[in-house]
């Protein structure tokens, strides 16, 4: 089994920037794709970005240019770095663990692994 745990989340205005850390621990000997996700209110869960196990990264349109996936393997980290923050980023954001080492696409399907999630308001 794996565990997965976010931290970061919080309140921020427009414009601003936060930083989403998920630690994850278990059966994780080997190097697989991960990815965040987000869920706002009356939404389906949305792909953000996720990262292989060379380091090669992949981002959705709506968060290209404004956040940035990093996996810190020797500290058992992924992050999401978060800038330029708009009130449409509002939401739960989930990160996420897949079983394979190259990412074959930002289906949530692609990942049976989880974390709790972590709250992101961005208002004025």
């Known amino acids: 089994q794996v565990q997965l745990v976010e931290s970061g989340g919080g309140s921020v205005q427009p414009g601003g920037s936060l930083t989403l850390s998920c630690v994850y621990s278990?059966?994780?000997?080997?190097?697989?794709?991960m990815g965040w996700f987000r869920q706002a209110p009356g939404r389906e869960r949305e792909a953000l970005a996720r990262?292989?196990?060379?380091?090669?990264?992949f981002y959705e349109r709506s968060v290209k240019g404004r956040f940035t996936i990093s996996n810190d393997a020797a500290n058992n980290t992924l992050y999401l770095q978060m800038s330029n923050l708009r009130p449409e980023d509002t939401a739960i954001y989930y990160c996420?663990?897949?079983?394979?080492?190259?990412?074959?696409?930002?289906?949530?399907?692609?990942?049976?692994?989880w974390g709790q999630g972590t709250q992101v308001t961005v208002s004025s």
């Open positions: 990262i292989d196990k060379d380091g090669d990264a």
């Open positions: 278990g059966d994780i000997r080997k190097s697989v794709c």
């Open positions: 996420a663990r897949g079983t394979g080492s190259w990412c074959h696409g930002p289906a949530p399907e692609e990942f049976p692994y």
